[in-house]
């Protein structure tokens, strides 16, 4: 069973998240331990303060590297090699690949920033990973845990119902996904693409192939820089080049 656990000074965001849907039904196969832990239990002063102003001046308030450091010896004393992940800006920029990675790990522990920032000697000699989910700023890294812990739980095996389905969501092969359509076939004279009705395995997957690529050439052409083309994509993109001009 992989074990994840949440470091922050707000539990109560996490309750709905995790008591719903894939990530309630994992921890209900034993898949994954899901704590969160509030690290203001672990501050050494009389009035649980966690944060102190920086040294230098200047604005905010930065988070004190007690209470952090002792939450993590206490979540980490019987892990032998766990991945403590800070989530901030500054961090890797947050991808399937590195969802993938995580889940290979046995224990992972988010710490959860607010404030101005954390004090430099948790980044430098606490955690092994510094992770951002995007370029834009948040209140706090509650939310940037969240999405790490859906992305990285559904990925376990044994957690959704078709295995096939981790493997075939966009980014897990380097392209977005192929579009989906179920029935009615005709919807108010919209209709399902012929092919997907013809019960012909080999021109199906064809199709969600090309389809796949298409969409992903013409929305997130960046993802094709270093994806590694065949012969056949290869013409199929000069095809759309030529539709464009």
Not at 192 to 204: M, T, W
Request: overall charge negative.
């Amino acid at each position: 069973m992989m074990r994840i656990d949440i470091l922050t000074l707000f539990p109560n965001m996490f309750t709905g998240v995790f008591n719903e849907s894939i990530l309630k039904k994992a921890q209900e196969k034993k898949a994954v331990s899901l704590n969160v832990i509030n690290f203001r239990d672990f501050a050494d002063n009389k009035h649980k303060t966690v944060d102190d102003y920086p040294y230098g001046g200047g604005a905010g308030m930065v988070l004190k590297p007690q209470p952090i450091f002792d939450a993590v010896a206490y979540v980490t004393k019987y892990s032998e090699h766990p991945r403590i992940i800070l989530l901030c800006p500054q961090g890797e920029r947050y991808t399937q690949k590195k969802a993938e990675e995580l889940a290979k790990e046995d224990h992972l522990v988010l710490i959860c920033g607010h404030y101005e920032g954390y004090d430099e000697r948790i980044r430098e000699y606490l955690v092994t990973d510094e992770i951002s989910i995007g370029d834009y700023v948040l209140t706090g890294g509650e939310l940037g845990a969240m999405v790490i812990v859906d992305s990285v739980v559904r990925l376990l095996p044994g957690v959704l119902g078709n295995e096939a389905s981790p493997v075939h969501d966009s980014f897990s092969s380097g392209l977005l996904e192929h579009p989906h359509y179920t029935r009615p076939a005709d919807f108010r004279g919209m209709k399902v693409p012929e092919v997907l009705l013809s019960g012909n395995h080999r021109l199906i997957e064809e199709w969600r192939e090309k389809q796949s690529l298409k969409r992903t050439f013409l929305r997130r052409p960046d993802l094709l820089e270093n994806y590694p083309l065949t012969e056949k994509q290869k013409r199929w993109i000069e095809e759309w080049k030529k539709e464009e001009r």
